[in-house]
């Protein structure tokens, strides 16, 4: 278990390059054996999460190679269609290897996934949309693993009752694959998703809609080999601007459009922040103290809710009552009993938090319960009086390419430590 130290109340001040988007690049990763052949990728951010897809493809009989932030998947030796147990319970984008084998090799077997212990999170929905277009598959036997086989994918109307990110990635796959027209309505309209859609579009599939809850695809069409850059993660920007936020600071972001997060900055204007948007660029402005704000999470274009613990941690600090509902994970107020060892005043009861902001947090051990709360806990730490050790960094490094680095350059004084 990896730890890192931060001594908080350094102003932060000057220009991070966002990493490329953890959420886009794995199901672009899962999507490169529809294609029998290669698949270049740029903007490639070096995060565990992406190593971890890496050994899953190459444990299938890919061959993946990352050269600085640019991947080479080669799938044409694709010979397997069973994912093991260990690598599935890793993360969950593991699950989108189910429509992608469905639609490369037409088997596979899967378990459960893994990821961030923040709800249930139930593949129903994937389930639904795969077995609508035509797949078989039998339920868990005991051992855990989920078989499934299709002759052909079959293009249908298909109704998503809810917005799934990953039920509508799984689904695009299968209807890529499929013979005829697929029209999937309620999709989820995260960007990761337009991204996904381009990216399929540049191997040959012809995808219609992007950006709306309606996703149109002309399935069978031959695929082809690719080289397609990766947009900036909208989550990691998300947490620096709340960063230079809560320790106050001048920050600019480039590497993304900002216009994906404009729930995000919205909510921040509110509260005092100067922020301006430009052409792939974001600038944030923060010398005073921010005032409370109220939150409710939803699917894309609401609140991000990767976003809603970082947001936890710069209200702690902000004048007033916050009250903050989370209406996508059942559980994913876990943060909030670290924020409170800091001094944080935090209720939560159900989906909603309340929280009243104080001057002053105050540094001392804590421990990052995921991904997304380590990192609400770095941002906590930038504010705070004194050290804070953040214990569980595996979980920050899983979507962060170095937190340490990007955060130093700016100012701040954080370092790995024992
Ligand atoms: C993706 O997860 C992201 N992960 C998550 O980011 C993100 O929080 C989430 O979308 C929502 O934006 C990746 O893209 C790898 P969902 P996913 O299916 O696809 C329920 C991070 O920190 N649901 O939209 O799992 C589910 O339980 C991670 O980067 C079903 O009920 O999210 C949840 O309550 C954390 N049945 C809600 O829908 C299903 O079959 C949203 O889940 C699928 C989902």
């Not at 001094?343 to 909603?352: L, N, P, S, T, V």
């Amino acid at each position: 278990m990896s730890a890192i130290e931060i001594r908080g109340l350094r102003p932060l001040k000057g220009e991070i390059i966002v990493q490329g988007s953890k959420n886009a690049v794995l199901p672009m990763m899962a999507a490169s054996v529809l294609n029998r052949g290669k698949t270049l990728l740029n903007n490639v951010p070096r995060i565990q999460d992406v190593f971890c897809m890496m050994g899953i493809l190459n444990s299938l009989g890919c061959t993946c190679r990352l050269k600085g932030h640019q991947l080479e998947i080669d799938s044409s030796g694709l010979s397997g269609s069973c994912v093991l147990k260990e690598d599935m319970e890793k993360m969950r984008s593991s699950i989108m290897l189910l429509g992608a084998l469905l639609g490369r090799c037409g088997e596979a077997g899967v378990y459960s996934p893994g990821g961030c212990m923040i709800g249930e999170r139930p593949i129903d929905l994937h389930l639904m949309a795969l077995r609508e277009l035509g797949a078989e598959i039998g339920e868990d036997d005991g051992d855990g693993v989920l078989y499934a086989r299709v002759r052909r994918f079959t293009g249908k109307r298909i109704v998503f009752p809810f917005p799934s990110v990953g039920a509508t990635e799984n689904a695009l796959f299968a209807a890529v694959m499929a013979t005829g027209r697929t029209v999937l309505e309620g999709c989820a309209r995260e960007p990761e998703i337009g991204e996904l859609c381009s990216f399929l579009n540049s191997m040959g599939a012809c995808v219609r809609g992007q950006g709306t809850d309606i996703l149109t695809v002309e399935g069978g069409l031959p695929l082809h080999d690719t080289h397609f850059t990766v947009g900036g993660d909208r989550i990691v920007a998300g947490t620096y601007l709340m960063a230079a936020a809560a320790a106050r600071g001048e920050l600019v972001l480039t590497g993304l459009d900002p216009g994906v997060l404009g729930a995000v900055t919205d909510i921040l204007k509110k509260m005092g922040a100067v922020i301006y948007e430009d052409e792939g660029l974001l600038y944030i402005r923060c010398q005073e103290r921010l005032l409370a704000a109220d939150i409710c999470t939803g699917p894309y274009p609401d609140f991000p809710t990767d976003l809603q613990s970082v947001m936890m941690a710069v209200m702690s600090l902000s004048k007033g009552e916050s009250r903050i509902q989370e209406t996508v994970f059942e559980n994913r107020f876990r943060t909030a009993a670290e924020l409170e060892k800091m001094g944080a005043r935090i209720e939560c009861m159900d989906d909603k938090a309340r929280i009243k902001g104080r001057e002053m947090l105050f540094g001392t051990r804590v421990e990052a319960r995921d991904l997304r709360g380590g990192a609400a806990l770095a941002v906590a730490a930038l504010a705070a009086e004194g050290s804070t050790i953040i214990g569980g960094y595996e979980h920050i490094q899983r979507g962060y390419e170095d937190i340490c680095r990007d955060l130093e350059e700016i100012g701040a004084d954080i370092h790995m430590c024992a």
